[in-house]
């Protein structure tokens, strides 16, 4: 584990062992700047050798793995979680808008094709991009890093859903040959319910996973009901699972690819690409396991450094519940706030806190000023528990930070043979 280091004007000077910055600490030479990763600012002139430091990104749609490395030593390990339900909020406020106008404001027209989209993305993949340079900034910030190495990939959906797909093909699809989609669901499925084997009565197509939940129009996400069991499903009378292959995050990843290496150019000097495969090989040959750090590791292109033992874990969370009322009015037409106090007692939401010798966050908040505290795992601590039992150990800044033990690195027998 290693402790970073800024100089006297805040600039990132390369990390020291714990047990020197504890010597400049206790000789007042130094202060603490942050917790997580444990991060102290010198009080005196330092010129700061430097070495060449490389950082690894391994880009993704779900996490994102980093790696800053020298020649000789990892300094830096992290695996970042992303926010999946940004989607899922901008659908609910959509909805309670769109309520809110049809009762009060009919006499307006609609004014949803007003807006300008050229180059415009969707807010859940804007969100992506933005987190991968917003998380390089953070480790640039404290380490002097010279290089950025960023892994990119490109996906064929069509590819994956059917590995022997060639030639026209392609411009074919699914339902080629048929008057719609639904139509080739049906004669796929032998015009019978896929639940009851009922063939006379009225058929349906069913949404295996919901539109409200993400699911889309493919054929593999449809299927053959009668009218009855369709019912049931959508009154929670019957169960129906069927395991649906998502291509959601390829398709973000293609869309993210050449925006974040241009954006990543725009605002940092020697950024470079390197691609899965690549990554794919050098890994197996040095005999690590698969993860996000890991790859990143083997990115950052330093394959002699001695890894580091220490992994930090990060994951964005929304900073705030921007639906000011209740969606229901209550009786007399009153409009409900539904936010409670933003601080409580001197705490917020998602700070870290210790209790019973346990660092947690709080998840949940009262007015009354009892919590819920969950570990970064999502392991209940507790459902509530007053705050003055609490310590305040890392305020909340948009991040859940935590650390864990690092997967264990490759065994000193495996010879590496690269390319």
């Known amino acids: 584990m290693f402790v970073?280091?800024?100089?006297?004007?805040?600039?990132?000077?390369?990390?020291?062992?714990?047990?020197?910055?504890?010597?400049?600490?206790?000789?007042?030479?130094?202060?603490?700047?942050?917790r997580t990763p444990f991060t102290i600012q010198l009080l005196y002139g330092c010129s700061g050798y430097k070495q060449p430091v490389n950082l690894g990104v391994d880009a993704g749609s779900k996490y994102i793995g980093v790696s800053a490395t020298t020649e000789k030593q990892e300094l830096f390990k992290a695996e970042v979680e992303l926010r999946q339900d940004i989607s899922k909020l901008l659908e609910s406020r959509r909805s309670l808008r769109r309520s809110r106008r049809s009762r009060k404001l009919r006499y307006r027209s609609a004014r949803f094709n007003n807006r300008g989209k050229k180059g415009k993305i969707a807010p859940s993949i804007q969100h992506k991009l933005d987190i991968h340079i917003t998380i390089i900034k953070k480790i640039c910030n404290i380490i002097p890093v010279d290089n950025i190495i960023v892994e990119t990939a490109e996906f064929d959906p069509h590819k994956l859903k059917n590995p022997s797909v060639s030639g026209k093909r392609y411009q074919e699809g699914d339902a080629a040959g048929f008057y719609n989609v639904k139509a080739a669901v049906l004669s796929r499925d032998n015009y019978t319910c896929q639940i009851c084997g009922e063939k006379d009565s009225k058929l349906e197509v069913h949404h295996i996973v919901f539109r409200s939940k993400g699911g889309s129009n493919r054929m593999d996400n449809l299927v053959t009901l009668c009218h009855n069991c369709h019912g049931k499903i959508h009154n929670n009378k019957l169960d129906f699972n069927k395991p649906v292959k998502s291509f959601k995050h390829a398709s973000h990843m293609n869309i993210?690819?050449?925006?974040?290496?241009?954006?990543?150019?725009?605002?940092?000097?020697?950024?470079?690409?390197t691609f899965g495969?690549?990554?794919?090989?050098?890994?197996?040959?040095?005999?690590?396991?698969?993860?996000?750090?890991?790859?990143?590791?083997?990115?950052?292109?330093?394959?002699?450094?001695?890894?580091?033992?220490?992994?930090?874990?990060?994951?964005?969370?929304?900073?705030?519940?921007?639906?000011?009322?209740?969606?229901?009015?209550?009786?007399?037409?009153?409009?409900?706030?539904?936010?409670s106090n933003y601080i409580v007692n001197g705490f917020r939401r998602f700070d870290k806190v210790m209790f019973n010798g346990i660092e947690c966050f709080i998840t949940g908040k009262r007015s009354s000023g009892y919590f819920q505290l969950k570990t970064f795992d999502g392991t209940v601590i507790s459902q509530s528990v007053s705050s003055k039992w609490l310590k305040l150990l890392e305020p909340v800044k948009g991040w859940l930070v935590d650390w864990r033990v690092a997967i264990p690195p490759r065994p000193i027998e495996v010879e590496v043979s690269l390319p």
Do not use: W
Not at 4 to 27: I, S
Not at 256 to 273: A, T
Not at 313 to 335: D, I, T
């Open 4 to 34: 970073y280091v800024l100089n006297k004007h805040g600039k990132p000077l390369m990390p020291c062992k714990p047990r020197k910055a504890r010597k400049l600490l206790e000789e007042k030479k130094a202060k603490v700047v942050n």
């Open 256 to 273: 993210m690819r050449n925006r974040l290496i241009e954006e990543l150019r725009l605002k940092f000097d020697n950024v470079f690409e």
């Open 277 to 339: 495969y690549l990554t794919k090989y050098n890994r197996e040959k040095l005999g690590m396991e698969k993860s996000h750090s890991n790859d990143a590791f083997v990115i950052s292109h330093n394959f002699n450094a001695l890894p580091c033992d220490v992994e930090y874990c990060y994951r964005k969370v929304r900073r705030h519940n921007r639906q000011l009322h209740k969606a229901k009015p209550s009786k007399g037409g009153k409009r409900r706030r539904n936010q």
